[in-house]
């Protein structure tokens, strides 16, 4: 079984910035993309950003240049630098990771259970 535990979230002023982290464990061979996800009141969930295993990055058009994704395979945690907030941003963020639990299995997508930010004066 594989968990990831996401921590960083709360309330924010417009401006300001979080960090959002999230800590994969369990039964894991490899990693393979982590990314981020937010999913907004009455909205459906899309993609933030993401990162391939080699560590190249991709941003959603409306947070580039604002947020950095960062991975560290060895801890087995990928992270969300959130600077520059606006109250668009206002959501409940998700990690996710395709994840490799032996050799011979296939890549499956395990979900964070997710972590408030809410960007507000």
């Known amino acids: 079984q594989v968990q990831l535990v996401e921590s960083g979230g709360g309330l924010v002023h417009p401006g300001g910035s979080l960090r959002l982290s999230c800590a994969a464990s369990g039964s894991i061979f490899t990693i393979n993309d982590m990314a981020w996800y937010r999913q907004a009141p009455g909205r459906e969930r899309e993609l933030v950003a993401v990162?391939?295993?080699?560590?190249?990055?991709k941003y959603a058009d409306s947070v580039s240049g604002r947020f950095t994704i960062s991975r560290d395979d060895g801890k087995k945690t990928v992270s969300l630098q959130m600077n520059s907030l606006k109250p668009g941003d206002t959501a409940v963020y998700y990690c996710?990771?395709?994840?490799?639990?032996?050799?011979?299995?296939?890549?499956?997508?395990?979900w964070g259970q997710g972590t408030e930010v809410t960007v507000s004066s």
């Open positions: 990162i391939t295993y080699g560590g190249k990055a």
């Open positions: 996710h990771a395709a994840v490799r639990i032996a050799y011979y299995s296939n890549i499956l997508p395990y």
